[in-house]
T-cell receptor, first 110, second 115 residues
Framework: KNEVEQSPQNLTAQEGEFITINCSYSVGISALHWLQQHPGGGIVSLFMLSSGKKKHGRLIATINIQEKHSSLHITASHPRDSAVYICAVPLRGGADGLTFGKGTHLIIQP | NAGVTQTPKFQVLKTGQSMTLQCAQDMNHNSMYWYRQDPGMGLRLIYYSASEGTTDKGEVPNGYNVSRLNKREFSLRLESAAPSQTSVYFC??????????????FGNGTRLTVT
C-alpha cells in the first residue's frame, strides 16, 4: 500500500504570505491529486498531475516523480484560502483508487 | 447541476442496526467510490467501482457491502452497525478510475453516529 506523508500538519500564516505544503509517497505512481476541504466539509479537486508543474490562479502544484514528492504552493495567500489541503496517490501504485494523506490544516490570518 | 448526491446527511444508529447510504451521480461517470473520514486519519477508501458491474475492496472494507446498482448509483450498506463505524462517509465519482486524468467529484458527506 502506498504510504502518504504530508507536512506540515498545521500551518498558520499572515495574509499575503507564500505558502508551501509538501507531500511524499512511498510507491511509484502515474499521477497525484491535490484536493481542498472547506471548513464546512465539502471537498473539491484542485489538481491532477503526473509530471512537472500546473498552475491555476494563485495555486501552483509541482511533482518530482523520481523523488516521490509533490508540493502545493499558494501565492499572495488570503483568508479565504483557509482550508484543509489533501494529497492523494494510487492505493497500490496502479489504477485502483486513491489513498489520501491526513491533510494540512491551513489558516490565513488577515 | 446536482453532481454527486448522497443521502442521508445525518444518521444515528444503535449498535446492530443496519442501514444503506445512497449515492447517485449525474455526470455519466464510470467510476465511483466510498470513503470514510475520521479525525486524524484522513480519508480512507472503503470500496470502489471502476465501472458498472464491478466492485473492489479498498483499504477498510470490513463491515461494509456495496452495490453498483447501475451507472448512476453506488450504495454502501452496513449490515450490523458498530460504534467503530461512527464516521463521516463521502461518496465520490470520476470519469475513469483514479488516478486517471479526471478529477474526483465528492458528495457532501453523511455524518453517521453509532451508539
Amino acid at each position: 500500500k502506498n504510504e502518504v506523508e504530508q507536512s506540515p500538519q498545521n500551518l498558520t500564516a499572515q495574509e499575503g504570505e507564500f505558502i508551501t505544503i509538501n507531500c511524499s509517497y512511498s510507491v511509484g505512481i502515474s499521477a497525484l491529486h491535490w484536493l481542498q476541504q472547506h471548513p464546512g466539509g465539502g471537498i473539491v479537486s484542485l489538481f491532477m498531475l503526473s509530471s512537472g508543474k500546473k498552475k491555476h490562479g494563485r495555486l501552483i502544484a509541482t511533482i518530482n516523480i523520481q523523488e516521490k514528492h509533490s508540493s502545493l504552493h499558494i501565492t499572495a495567500s488570503h483568508p479565504r484560502d483557509s482550508a484543509v489541503y489533501i494529497c492523494a496517490v494510487p492505493l497500490r501504485g496502479g489504477a485502483d483508487g486513491l489513498t489520501f494523506g491526513k491533510g494540512t490544516h491551513l489558516i490565513i490570518q488577515p | 447541476n446536482a453532481g454527486v448526491t448522497q443521502t442521508p446527511k445525518f444518521q444515528v444508529l444503535k449498535t446492530g442496526q443496519s442501514m444503506t447510504l445512497q449515492c447517485a451521480q449525474d455526470m455519466n461517470h464510470n467510476s465511483m467510490y466510498w470513503y470514510r473520514q475520521d479525525p486524524g486519519m484522513g480519508l480512507r477508501l472503503i470500496y470502489y467501482s471502476a465501472s458498472e458491474g464491478t466492485t473492489d475492496k479498498g483499504e477498510v472494507p470490513n463491515g461494509y457491502n456495496v452495490s453498483r446498482l447501475n451507472k448512476r448509483e453506488f450504495s454502501l450498506r452496513l449490515e450490523s452497525a458498530a460504534p467503530s463505524q461512527t464516521s463521516v462517509y463521502f461518496c465520490a465519482s470520476s470519469a475513469f478510475l483514479a488516478p486517471s486524468n479526471s478529477p474526483l467529484h465528492f458528495g457532501n458527506g453523511t455524518r453517521l453516529t453509532v451508539t
